[in-house]
């Protein structure tokens, strides 16, 4: 009984991360550096932001561009 409970605990995971503010960053780069297979990544958009109204994306967006994954916007 012992066996098949471990085995299930220790079984990969296969995520898909929903996240836009700064305080997600952290779960997703914990998440990237696990074992288990993060499928992908959906965040919102870019928006307007300062006096130039640049796009400005979400920190999880710029924590993502060096990785390549999926990522939905």
């Known amino acids: 009984m012992a066996q ?3 085995r299930r ?4 995971l296969r995520i898909a991360f929903l996240g836009n503010d700064r305080w997600s ?25 300062g006096r130039g109204n640049e796009l400005r994306p ?3 967006a710029k924590a993502v561009t060096p ?3 999926k990522t939905w916007k």
């Open 4 to 6: 098949r409970i471990l």
């Open 9 to 12: 605990v220790t079984r990969l």
């Open 25 to 49: 960053v952290p779960s997703l780069l914990a998440l990237s550096d696990s074992d288990h297979e993060l499928v992908a990544v959906v965040t919102a958009v870019p928006r307007p932001a």
């Open 58 to 60: 979400t920190p999880v």
């Open 67 to 69: 990785v390549p994954r």
